[in-house]
């Protein structure tokens, strides 16, 4: 069973900057793509980012393409959100989860992650 730890979260002014982190201690994320999604009480679950196992490839939501970066530090086996240019409508609880599934793609609609995080606030403010 692995853990997936959050971290990062917060509140912040439009424009602003927030790193998320998501840890798996005693685990490596080598054969796992990993997603970060996002919840908004009354609003559906949406897909802010994916990455490959291999890491050659990333995908984003497109309102957040430009802004926000997913990357990995493998020595650590961290997965960050890095998120940009922050405005009002970003705002959510932001969730990193792992997929079975190993190779050069990743998904964003959810299907096939099994490990999740606790998830992490982000708040900004106009």
């Known amino acids: 069973q692995v853990q997936l730890v959050e971290s990062g979260g917060g509140v912040v002014q439009a424009g602003g900057s927030l790193r998320l982190s998501c840890a798996a201690p005693?685990?490596?994320?080598?054969?796992?793509?990993m997603g970060w999604f996002r919840q908004v009480p009354g609003k559906e679950r949406e897909g802010v980012s994916c990455?490959?196992?291999?890491?050659?490839?990333?995908d984003y939501l497109e309102s957040v393409v430009g802004r926000f970066t997913t990357y990995r530090d493998s020595a650590k086996s961290v997965i960050h959100l890095k998120m940009d240019n922050l405005q009002p409508e970003d705002t959510g609880t932001y969730y990193c989860a792992a997929a079975m599934l190993h190779g050069s793609t990743c998904q964003r609609d959810g299907s096939g992650y099994v490990y999740w995080g606790q998830g992490a606030q982000v708040t900004v403010s106009s």
């Open positions: 005693g685990y490596s994320l080598d054969y796992y793509a």
């Open positions: 990455r490959s196992s291999h890491g050659d490839m990333t």
